[in-house]
C-alpha cells in the first residue's frame, strides 16, 4: 500500500476489523517512514453483473455510478456515508442473485425502497429523477403513494 502523505510502499497494517454485515474489511495502516496513520477499506468487487438499461443495451455494472446517482438526487438530505451503506446494500443484494443480469429498472427500485426506508424527501427527490417527472400532479401522486 502507498502512503498518502510521503508516497513510500513501506507501511503495516496497525488494526484490523471486518464488517459484519457488509462485505468489507477496514484495516488502519501506518508509514514505516513519515509515521503518519491512514485506513484503507478493503471489499470484494463484483465485475459479473451486468445492467440491462431501458434501450435494451447491457453494461457492466458499476457501483460509482449508482453512487453519483444516489448522491445527486439526494445530496444534503442524506450523509455520504449514509448514501454507500445504501450502495453496499444494493449491491450485496445483487451479488447474491442467482442471475449475473439485472434491469436497470430493478436497480432503481431498490433505491426508492431504501430511501424510503431512510428520508421521504430523499425519495421523492431521487424519484422524480428516476421516473422523470414532467408534472407537478406526477409529485403529488407520489406524494399519496409514502403517505
Partial sequence: MIC??????????????DNEKDPITRRRRECEN???R?????????????VEKKS??????NRNKLRAGIF???????SED?????VEQIELELSQR???????IEVGEMVLSKLL???????????SVYKDFKEVEEFENEIQKIK
Fill in 4 to 17: 498518502p502523505y510521503c508516497k513510500t510502499q513501506i507501511t503495516s497494517v496497525v488494526d484490523k476489523r
Fill in 34 to 36: 513519515c509515521k503518519r
Fill in 38 to 50: 491512514f485506513t484503507t477499506y478493503e471489499r470484494v468487487e463484483n465485475i459479473d453483473l451486468e
Fill in 56 to 61: 435494451g443495451r447491457i453494461e457492466p455494472f
Fill in 72 to 78: 445527486h438526487a439526494v445530496r444534503k438530505q442524506i
Fill in 82 to 86: 449514509k448514501i454507500d451503506e445504501i
Fill in 98 to 104: 442467482r442471475s449475473n443480469k439485472v434491469k436497470s
Fill in 117 to 127: 426506508e431512510i428520508d421521504k424527501l430523499s425519495y421523492l427527490r431521487f424519484a
